[in-house]
Structures are given as structure tokens and as C-alpha cells.
């Protein structure tokens, strides 16, 4: 629904700018932190890994670092059921397309996390042909995991942080998130229909 | 090597000769298919194993070097067939001869634009179709307008070309169907959980039986060959723990000692004793995060988080070494970075015993089940001869009976001092395959227990020039990775950054045998298949 | 052993004593609506995280244990997030066979709960055909799959369906064959009446030979019913990343995830009533204190215990084997279990003639 047709409810517009203006409505808060709770608690990531930062996300899953103990482990193979996309190893051209397409086919809401140099902005291979410098260019990124690949304690740091943000977020008022989605579609746009 | 010379001399008088580590023949490319015939179908010379197609850009001409090796005489043979034309290259294909050859050419092709004449598949194999120029050409033009990052899809293509030599000597442009539209095509990766990475396979099945598989490469071409052809020697040396990140050790001293090779250095016993180690702690450690993912593909997810208790333990002997996980950066020219951590000879001693524990465990828990026996006996089955033709090397390639461990036909570092034995079995199945690796984990710790008391004392690292330039000329050398032989090719100008270098891959073989294994069996088989050939992705693209 | 249809039975009179018939009918089927609901929504939660700290224990991890104390409160935020998740609708696929799809799977577990024997007298309905209702309703989850795989408009999602399709048909003879086995040993297809009839010994142990083989075969099948490992195939994740649901978001998927797990305890629940006595209290004749002091622990924490128990041995079959090939399954099916459940089917007769049983 278009945002000009939804304009008209009185009543949210009016929770929006009390939320915006004078803090939080006790009703919204306590809805909008146990919404939080429950989605900073239940984090499932996407199986997505193109190289070696991709083993070690399974390290991270293995019995020495046990992301089970977060809620993380329910690793889901469709993107449609996962909420973050670990973009786990090099992004190259021919694979550019396809990353931004498992973005699209995420639910939201959807989170991104750069894992490694080579997500972050191309790493060891910057100057190459053919890789893309930094999935940024590609899609949103809500947290950014330095390494080469980043040992599994940085990438449990990384979606503590992930988890930390979507605390913060506001799910009746959350008109900056979108928003600045919608800024980053404008500066980065597709160049075929989705589907 | 003489006589080889001798012989292909009589038979192919336009042929002139380099001597070398390897015998190079120079033959025009109107002979080059018939000489390959030759050299492959000859018993006395029976070239059947092309291990390395390398594509070049001598400025003045384009060209291949082609590597050969006989199985059964344990002899080598380079050679080289070059052409003028950069408007429009073409060679003669050699693919109906080597089947490996089918991608190598298509690898050529895509770097260097050669056409290969009568291959029945020319399509570009890492690059999009509408990539424009040739990247590892030396003329080509990397400016990023040229070939900005696209978020279109490419089109999916139900046909390729192919350039047929017809009777009088023309070459003729024919397509060729891959897919009939009627066909039921599914498209398997490269986003998908069983294809360890991003590999793409469209797949056409007949309900749940496949009848073909296309392979899409690419979707992590990371263009390190031509990223090291800027860089100076020493700095290349940090992709190859990139390449094959399971077999990162292993790589790099493959390296290492081709670089050292050029220069004739000598690398003091310590370090070469430290480098064995390390390939054999890392090889187990890549064949346990096999045996993790492997099982974990065929349901049996358990079995993961055994086999990687396990491989905590040697990272944890790495990480003490080395200072990282998994990118080591610990061999360099003339030896390794640093000496060894105190605790290292107490901790390999613990891996040693606990191993035979683990090993039996697994055995229990995943071997000997009925269900496992049923998902991989008689599944995939790889003849020796198709695993010569296909290039299939390592525990794969053993597992078809084929004695292809480098460590023993072409002995580097302290290897031929060592006793173990070389696993060969018989069937090539995906059973073999598995058990193939499981007995190399224990030859691994047999090579460790040998080495583990008698590190000697002594020097690190050989005294190596701060800016290294290799003399003109060209080099090869190979080493026995986790998943089979890896070479490496450098060509020097006398620069101090080389010249082409060419990481020999041996994913990219075992990627190119699985439509062959696959057709007839079911989806499922698909994954065992893959599973046990055990491909890392950014190996085969590089 | 304190019978709870009393408790129900003075609900119904006091409703009776001042409204009319009609308004206490609709009173009650509220009040069960809701009560089913929140044992539903409970048992699936408590499911998943029972699920997913077990397979931990397997795997040598800890399981989930932050949010809350050790972690209980895991799965209830999963159920908040895939509440209020994103539905992605998608252009070209079946609208309403697409919705419909989910709630015919979560409706099919749902029936079944109307039959199963909770407690002593704690039951929705009690039909004389019960068992054969069971059999008969806990089908309909395959037609949601069907549809799930079909209005996906994916070619993952229907080879998923597909062979979906083919495991139920099959798997469905056994789970049928083996019930008829317990019902002829019992005499009778009322749930209540094959409770009362395993009183004294339950029927895995007066049985004995056919009604183990009719176990083994029964646990066997319950599990590809329930589309678990190693009969995980329709979403046999390393091959059709997620099979059927593949499409799935927001909480058609949770649906999908939920009824998993309540099947399995249906699956195990239809087990307990079969084999172990339903909510009987484990009595050995002769020993009368023992027997007493087991009457005092309330029938429906027998009844969930035992079904929480088999449960248990299910999950440990999806966590040790490795998945079968599609092939393999209906081999098993048709050339092993089928032609041996026959064979048992006879034998239990030859017992039950010859009364050959404790």
C-alpha cells in the first residue's frame, strides 16, 4: 500500500507523531519492545556463504562457539523465511545480481551483515576485474565484520551488534528504516521487473 | 626423455625442441591435433593425464602450454602452439582426446579469446556472455565503465557455438542445443545449501532421474591470475591461501617452491620439515570438514559438529603456529614466516593420539550405517581410465585406483624420506571416495608421528633478497593438495613481478567430471556425488 | 485414578441448569476451541525448543540458553518475529491455493487433537470409530503439501511436493496396517475402550511378538509421516533447500514449522494410545503398592510423558541417520514393511485366536 493511501488513518499518523514528538505511547512502547524481544532474540540467518568466511560460519555453528546458545542456529535455506543475510566471502560481478536477488526474496525485516574484507569492500582482491568493491554497492548493510575471514568471536560481536540495532528499532514508528531503504533503491536501482 | 624426443622427431619433422625440467615441443597448430593423438594413443609414449592447459599473451603472439603426462612411464612433455592472429585466435581443440581439456579450453577462451576449433562448447566459463574484452590479455582495458557492476539477471541460454573445421579446411559456426524447451530444467545453485559454495548446475531431470547437467562457473572469479601479474613475487604469495582455503598450506608451499625453484635457493631442513608438517595437519583438517560436510549433505547432521571437534584441535595447533584460523600466511619464499610455538610438539602429540579414537568413532556413527552404505555404494562410479581423461587427482582420483598422490610420483620437501602409504582403491564409488579419505587422515598422522620427534634444529628461513626477481624462463611445479594435485605456472620476463602466473586447480577437474557421473542417477545423487568430489569453489574460479 | 470426564460433566450440567441447550453447546465448543489453541501454540512451542535442545545435547553444544533462563523462552521469540514477519506475495503463483495450503496442514494436526485419549476422561470427542477418524483426518496434511508444492510455482517446491505425494501414499498403508493390527488385538476402534482394554498390561507387552514387530514398523512410519529425518525428503534441505515451503514466509511458514512438530507429537501420541496404554499408569500385576502409587500421578502427565518420551526416539532418528534416496524409501516401503506387516497382521489373528496373549 502506498504510503499516501495509508496516510489517512488518523489515528497511526497520529501514535507516529507522538512517537516522533514526545517520546513513546506506554501502549506502542511496551507492544514495540516485546516486538523487539522477540525479533532481537530470533535472528535466523540465511545459508549464504561464497568462500572461506563461509567456514568459518559453520565453525561458528560447531560445538567450540555454538551459536545455538543465541537462537541462531536455525540456519534456513530459502531466503523467504530468513530475517539477516550474512554476506559471507568475495562478491564478484556475475554474482552481484543474484546476491541483490536474494535480498529482494528476504522478508522483512531484513538485515544484512558484511562479513570479511571482501564484503566490506573487496579486501585482497580490490583491484581485480571482476569483484565488486564492497556489497554496499549492491545492497544495504546494517553491520560490517572486518577480517580475513573474521574469527568466529567477531562474527558472534557482529550479530550481537545486528541484535543490539533491531532492539532500537521502533515497529509502529519505524518510518526511518524504511526510508532510508527507500533512499538506498533510489541510488541503487534495478535495472530489470522484479519478480 | 630422449627417446620420446626422438620419436615425436621422426613423426613430426616441423616440431623444434626446448630441453627443460620438462621437454618442450614447439609444433604449429595444424599438426597439434594429430600430435596429440599421437602422444596420447602411442603405448610407447601414452600421454593420457593433460595435467595443465595454460593460456598465454606473449604480445606477440597468443598460445597454449600444454603439460603431459604419461601414467604408466611416469614421463612428462610440454607443449606449446602459439598463433599470430589476435583479431581472431584460433587453435585446435584437444578436448575429444583429454576430456579435461573441455574446460580448460573454455578457460583459455574466456581469458584470451582462442578459439578452439571444434570444441563442442564455446561458450565463456567464468565471465557473463556480454562481458566485453578479454582480461587476461595484456591489452585489455579494466576500466570500470567498460564493465560496470550489473544487477541484470543474465539470460538464461538454451544453446551454445560451436566452430566446426569442415572438409576443405574452412571453419564453420554452428549452434548447438543444450536444452530442448520441452525439458524440465532446475536450476540448482548458485545459491543452494549442497554445492559447498556458489556453484551453479542446470539440471534437466526426468522426474527425479537427471538426465544432464550444464556447469555455470564464475560466481566467485576473483581474477587472482591476473591480480598476481601486478604484484611483486612475494606479494602473491596471500591468494593462494585463498584459492583452496582447506588446503591453504599446501598451496602456498606449492608455490613458495616454485618461486624458489626459479631462483635455485636452498631451504634450510627445519623449515622443510615444518612445511610437511603443516601440509599433513592441514590435509587432516580439510578431510575432516569433509567428512563434516559430507554427512551433514546427506542428512546426517550429527556427524558435522564430531568432525569438527576435531578440526578445532589442529586449528588450535595452527593458530598457535601460524596466528590465524584459517588464511595462514606461514610458508614464504626460502622457508616459513615464523618458528614454531612451544606448545606445538606436545599438542601434535595429543592430535596423534586422539585421532585413532575419533576415526573409529566416526566409523561407528556414520560408516556403518545401512542407510549410508545404501547413499553411497555403487553411486557415481568413476572408472580409472575417465578419472586419467577428466584429470581427476586426489583421494577422488585414488579412489578410482589411480596412484596420482604427487608426494610419491614426483616427490618435493622431505617426502620421499618419509614412510606412508598411498591409498588406492578400487571401485571409484562414492563409498571409496569417502573411505579414500578416511584412510588419509590416518596416513597423515602416520607421516606426523614419524616427524614429530625429529624436528631439527636450525635456521627458519633461507636468506632471500628483499626485492626478488626471478630470471627469464618458465617454471611448473605441483604439490599434492587436500583434493589432488596443484600446480603452479610462472613465466618470468626477468621483472620483478612475473610475467603469467597459473594456479592448476584441482577443483575445477572435479567439477568437470560431474555431469559425467551424474547422468542416470537421481537428484539426491547429485548432492552424494558432489559431496564425496568434494570441491571448493574458489578453487575452480580462482 | 480420578476420572476427569467428572470435572466436564458438572460443567455441562451447571451450563444446562441456566441456559438453554443450544447457547451451553456453544459455550463448551468455545471454551474447547480455546483450551486447543493454547495447548497447541504451548506444545509446539515447548516442541521446538524440547527439539532443538536435544539435538544440542547429540552434537556436544548447549542449545539455545540466553533468552531466559536456559533458554526457554527461545522459541516464544521466534513465535513473536515470524508473527509479525513479512508475507511475501508472490506474482505468479496460485493466490488462493497458495493460502489455503497452510492452514489445511495446521487443521489436519488440529483434528487429530479432538480424538487423542489426554486423560482419564479428558477427551473432545469420543467417537467408536476414533482411530479410524485419526487415521483419516492426519491424511489431509498431505493435501496441504500437495497444494503448498503445486501453487508455489517452483520447480524445488513441486519435486518436493511430489515426492511428498509418493511417501504419504505409501507410508500411509503402513501406519494403517499396523493400527488394524492393535485394533484387532484390541476389539475395538473406541479410543476409550483400547485404553480400558490395556488396564492391567500394556500391549506392546501382552502382544508381544506381532505387536513389537507392529511397533518397530508403526515408529518407522509415523516418522516418514511426519516428514522427519531420515525421511526428511519433500524438504530435504542440502537437496530442495527447503522442499514444499520452500515459497514460504511470515507465518504461512510457521504453520508449516508448527504442524512439524505437532504431528510429531501426534504421531507419538497414536504410539502411546497403541502400545503403551494411552494415559494408563504403568501397572505390573501382582505388585498392588507399586501399582497405587503410580494411579496417584494424574493421567494426563502420563499420557504426555510417554508421548514426550517417543518423541524423544524420534528426534534421535532425525539426528543420527543419514536421509534416504527417494527410491530407497519406497523400497522400503513396498518391498519390507508392506509384505512383513501383512505377514503380522495374520500372525496377530493366529494369536488372537488361539489367544496366545497375556
Given at each position: 500500500m502506498p504510503y499516501a493511501d495509508w496516510k489517512d488513518n488518523e489515528y497511526i499518523e497520529h501514535l507516529v507523531k507522538e512517537l516522533k514528538d514526545n517520546g513513546t505511547n506506554v501502549v506502542v512502547g511496551t507492544l514495540d519492545s516485546v516486538i523487539n524481544w522477540g525479533r532481537s532474540n530470533s535472528l535466523w540467518p540465511l545459508t549464504f556463504a561464497t568462500s572461506c568466511c563461509g567456514i568459518e560460519f559453520i565453525a561458528l555453528g560447531a560445538a567450540r562457539y555454538d551459536m545455538a546458545r543465541f537462537g541462531w542456529e536455525v540456519a534456513r535455506a530459502s531466503p523467504r523465511q530468513a530475517d539477516f543475510m550474512m554476506v559471507a566471502g568475495t562478491i564478484v560481478h556475475r554474482m552481484a545480481p543474484v546476491v541483490r536477488r536474494l535480498y529482494d526474496q528476504l522478508a522483512e525485516p531484513k538485515y544484512v551483515i558484511a562479513c570479511g574484507g571482501c564484503a566490506i569492500s573487496g579486501g585482497p582482491f580490490k583491484n581485480s576485474y571482476h569483484v565488486v568493491k564492497g556489497v554496499e554497492e549492491i545492497i544495504p548493510v546494517d553491520v560490517y565484520v572486518p577480517g580475513c575471514p573474521p574469527r568466529p568471536e567477531a562474527m558472534i560481536y557482529g550479530i550481537m551488534q545486528l541484535s543490539r540495532k533491531v532492539k532500537v528499532e521502533k515497529f509502529f514508528g519505524g518510518v526511518n528504516r524504511q526510508e532510508k531503504q527507500k533512499e538506498f533503491f533510489e541510488t541503487h536501482p534495478l535495472e530489470e521487473a522484479e519478480n | 626423455m630422449a627417446n620420446v624426443q626422438e620419436k615425436i622427431a621422426k613423426l613430426f619433422p616441423e616440431a623444434t625442441f626446448e630441453e627443460g625440467e620438462w621437454l618442450l615441443v614447439n609444433i604449429p597448430d595444424a599438426k597439434w591435433h594429430s600430435l596429440a593423438k599421437t602422444l596420447k594413443e602411442d603405448p610407447e609414449l601414452g600421454f593420457d593425464y593433460l595435467v595443465a592447459l595454460v593460456g598465454m599473451d606473449w604480445t606477440d603472439a597468443l598460445g597454449c602450454m600444454y603439460y603431459l603426462t604419461s601414467t604408466t612411464h611416469n614421463t612428462h612433455v610440454s607443449v606449446k602452439v602459439t598463433t599470430d592472429n589476435r583479431e581472431n585466435p584460433m587453435l585446435h581443440s584437444i578436448s575429444d582426446l583429454w576430456a579435461v581439456a573441455n574446460l580448460y579450453e573454455r578457460e583459455v577462451y574466456d581469458y584470451y579469446g582462442i578459439i578452439f576449433i571444434n570444441h563442442p562448447d564455446m561458450r565463456r566459463l567464468f565471465l557473463r556472455n556480454d562481458w566485453v574484452g578479454y582480461p587476461l590479455r595484456k591489452d585489455y582495458n579494466d576500466d570500470p565503465a567498460v564493465n560496470p557492476v550489473r544487477l541484470d539477471h543474465e539470460e538464461v541460454e538454451d544453446t551454445t557455438v560451436t566452430y566446426v573445421e569442415t572438409a576443405d579446411g574452412t571453419v564453420e559456426k554452428r549452434d548447438v542445443t543444450i536444452f530442448a524447451p520441452e525439458e524440465f530444467v532446475l536450476n540448482i545453485g548458485p545459491q543452494h545449501p549442497a554445492t559447498h559454495g556458489v556453484l551453479r548446475f542446470r539440471t534437466s531431470v526426468d522426474g527425479e532421474t537427471i538426465k544432464k547437467i550444464d556447469l555455470y562457473l564464475g560466481y566467485i572469479h576473483r581474477g587472482i591470475e591476473k591480480l598476481c601479474e601486478g604484484l611483486g613475487y612475494s606479494q602473491t604469495l596471500h591468494f593462494t591461501d585463498r584459492l583452496d582455503y582447506l588446503s591453504a598450506q599446501q598451496n602456498r608451499h606449492c608455490l613458495c617452491m616454485c618461486i624458489e625453484k626459479a631462483l635455485g635457493l636452498e631451504v634450510p631442513r627445519r623449515a622443510q620439515v615444518i612445511r610437511v608438517m603443516m601440509d599433513e595437519l592441514m590435509r587432516i583438517s580439510s578431510h575432516l570438514l569433509f567428512i563434516g560436510t559430507f554427512c551433514m549433505d546427506l542428512g546426517a547432521t550429527t556427524m558435522l559438529f564430531y568432525a569438527l571437534r576435531e578440526r578445532e584441535t589442529i586449528l588450535n595447533i595452527l593458530e598457535k603456529t601460524c596466528g590465524a584460523r584459517m588464511t595462514f600466511n606461514y610458508n614464504c619464499i626460502g622457508g616459513v614466516m615464523a618458528d614454531l610455538d612451544a606448545d606445538f610438539v606436545k599438542d601434535v602429540k595429543h592430535l596423534i593420539e586422539i585421532m585413532p579414537a575419533a576415526i573409529k568413532e566416526y566409523n561407528t556413527v556414520f560408516t556403518g550405517n545401512v542407510i549410508a552404505h545404501n547413499r553411497m555404494i555403487g553411486v557415481g562410479k568413476l572408472t580409472k581410465e575417465d578419472a586419467i581423461s577428466y584429470g581427476v587427482t586426489g583421494p577422488a582420483g585414488r579412489a578410482s585406483g589411480w596412484a596420482c598422490d604427487v608426494r610419491k610420483t614426483?616427490?618435493?620437501?622431505?617426502?620421499?624420506e618419509i614412510d606412508f602409504d598411498e591409498v588406492i582403491l578400487k571401485e571409484g564409488d562414492c563409498m571409496d571416495r569417502f573411505v579414500a579419505r578416511v584412510e588419509e587422515i590416518k596416513q597423515s598422522v602416520r607421516i606426523l608421528e614419524q616427524l614429530v620427534d625429529k624436528i631439527p634444529e636450525g635456521e627458519i628461513c633461507a636468506k632471500v633478497p628483499k626485492i626478488i626477481k626471478l630470471p627469464e624462463g618458465h617454471w611448473f611445479q605441483q604439490v599434492e593438495a587436500s583434493r589432488g594435485a596443484f600446480g603452479v605456472y610462472i613465466e618470468s620476463r626477468g621483472a620483478n613481478t612475473p610475467w603469467r602466473v597459473k594456479f592448476n586447480s584441482p577443483c575445477m577437474n572435479l567439477a568437470g567430471v560431474v555431469n559425467h557421473l551424474t547422468c542416470g542417477g537421481k537428484i539426491a545423487d547429485l548432492i552424494t556425488i558432489g559431496g564425496t568430489l568434494d570441491y571448493v569453489v574458489p578453487d575452480i574460479d580462482r | 485414578m480420578y476420572d476427569l470426564s467428572k470435572g466436564a460433566d458438572w460443567l455441562n450440567q451447571w451450563l444446562n441448569g441456566w441456559c438453554a441447550p443450544w447457547v451451553t453447546t456453544v459455550i463448551e465448543c468455545v471454551l474447547i476451541g480455546v483450551v486447543l489453541l493454547l495447548a497447541y501454540a504451548l506444545l509446539a512451542l515447548f516442541y521446538i525448543y524440547f527439539e532443538r535442545k536435544v539435538c544440542a545435547a547429540f552434537q556436544c553444544r548447549l542449545g539455545p540458553?540466553?533468552?531466559g533462563p536456559a533458554g526457554i523462552f527461545q522459541s516464544v521469540a521466534d513465535m513473536f518475529k515470524i508473527l509479525i514477519k513479512e508475507l511475501i506475495s508472490l506474482k505468479y503463483t496460485d493466490k488462493f491455493l497458495f493460502a489455503l495450503a497452510p492452514y489445511l496442514v495446521i487443521i489436519a494436526s488440529m483434528l487429530c487433537f479432538a480424538v487423542l485419549p489426554w486423560g482419564n476422561g479428558l477427551q473432545i470427542i469420543d467417537f467408536n470409530i476414533g482411530i479410524f477418524f485419526l487415521v483419516a483426518v492426519s491424511s489431509i496434511g498431505v493435501l496441504g503439501i500437495l497444494l503448498a508444492g503445486w501453487s508455489s510455482n517452483n520447480k524445488f517446491t513441486l519435486i518436493g511436493a511430489l515426492r511428498s505425494g509418493a511417501q504419504m501414499v505409501s507410508y500411509e498403508l503402513s501406519i494403517g496396517l499396523s493400527v488394524i493390527t492393535m485394533v484387532a488385538f484390541a476389539g475395538s476402534m473406541s479410543i476409550t475402550d483400547i485404553c480400558m482394554a490395556q488396564k492391567d498390561v500394556w500391549f506392546i507387552v501382552s502382544g508381544h511378538i506381532p505387536a513389537i514387530i507392529a511397533f518397530i514398523i508403526y515408529i518407522i512410519a509415523g516418522t516418514a509421516e511426519t516428514n522427519?529425518?531420515?525421511?526428511?525428503l519433500p524438504e530435504a534441505e542440502s537437496e530442495l533447500t527447503a522442499g514444499y515451503h520452500t515459497e514460504y514466509s511470515g507465518i504461512h511458514f510457521g504453520f508449516f514449522y508448527l504442524a512439524e512438530y505437532l504431528n510429531l507429537f501426534i504421531v507419538s501420541g497414536v504410539a502411546t494410545l497403541l502400545?503403551?496404554?494411552?494415559?494408563?499408569?504403568l501397572h505390573i500385576p501382582g505388585w498392588e503398592g507399586f501399582n497405587q502409587v503410580m494411579d496417584y500421578i494424574p493421567s494426563l502427565i502420563w499420557f504426555i510423558g510417554k508421548a514426550i518420551l517417543l518423541s524423544f526416539v524420534i528426534i534421535w532418528f532425525k539426528w543420527t541417520f543419514p536421509r534416504l534416496r527417494i527410491d530407497q524409501l519406497l523400497h522400503l516401503e513396498w518391498k519390507y514393511l508392506l509384505p512383513i506387516n501383512l505377514a503380522n497382521l495374520v500372525l496377530m489373528v493366529i494369536v488372537i485366536c488361539y489367544g496366545l496373549h497375556f
Open positions: - | 614426483t616427490p618435493y620437501g622431505i617426502y620421499n | 540458553n540466553r533468552v522427519r529425518g531420515p525421511f526428511d502400545f503403551f496404554g494411552g494415559w494408563m499408569p
